[in-house]
């Protein structure tokens, strides 16, 4: 009895630390990436983080599904492809399978900004397109 009760407790801590705090707001305006983060850190918290399938899920939601659209997560450091969300402090790690590496047309370059499509795909930064802010912080 004492062992489960110990193994219940445990998973409930688990849980609270790994709860968030945060909701997704889609913005249909068309802005640059660097647009799109201003507007973001004066009206939420920044663009928008992922951290697993169910952010995802949850981002993909609160866009219905419209198609591309800025996150936070860039790579201007020199070229040397280390993509990092926009709010300082917080890590990115690659998953290849949250990437649409084909995703590409023709006549596009890699970019240094990431947008939203059924996956995470890069695009010129400069380009204008709709984009998603957060609100709120993870516990």
């Known amino acids: 009895m004492q062992w489960s009760l110990y193994l219940l407790i445990l998973m409930g801590q688990c849980c609270f630390f790994t709860c968030q705090q945060y909701e997704y707001h889609f913005i249909d305006e068309n802005k640059s990436w660097s647009e799109a983060q201003r507007y973001c850190r004066e009206n939420y918290t920044d663009l928008a983080k992922v951290f697993d399938m169910t952010d995802m899920s949850r981002l993909r939601n609160s ?9 936070g997560l860039n790579n201007n450091t020199d070229g040397n492809r280390m993509w990092h ?10 998953d290849d399978s949250s990437w649409n590496l084909n995703g590409r047309q ?14 995470l795909a890069d695009a010129s930064c400069d380009h204008p397109m709709w984009f998603i802010c957060y609100d709120g912080e993870e516990m």
């Not at 969300?85 to 690659?94: A, D, F, R, T």
């Open 106 to 119: 023709n006549n596009e370059g890699y970019g240094n900004c990431v947008r939203k499509r059924d996956k």
């Open 63 to 71: 866009a219905q599904n419209q198609g591309e659209a800025w996150i």
């Open 85 to 94: 969300w926009s709010l300082p402090g917080v890590e990115y790690i690659h």
